[in-house]
């Protein structure tokens, strides 16, 4: 299953994008396990 759908995945780059343009700032990601994996992060202001 994982292999299968795994293609389907955003980039960390375009991740990042949408979470951009939904509002989140100082958006950011970490490459792990040699790039197979990142974690991203975000702020959304409470206004």
């Known amino acids: 299953y994982l292999p299968n759908t795994s293609e389907t995945f955003l980039s960390a ?21 040699f790039g197979t994996m990142a974690i991203h992060w975000g702020r959304k202001s409470s206004d």
Do not use: C, I, M, Y
Request: glycine share 10%; no cysteine.
């Open 13 to 33: 780059e375009a991740l990042s994008d949408r979470l951009r343009r939904a509002g989140f700032e100082e958006v950011g990601f970490h490459r792990f396990n």
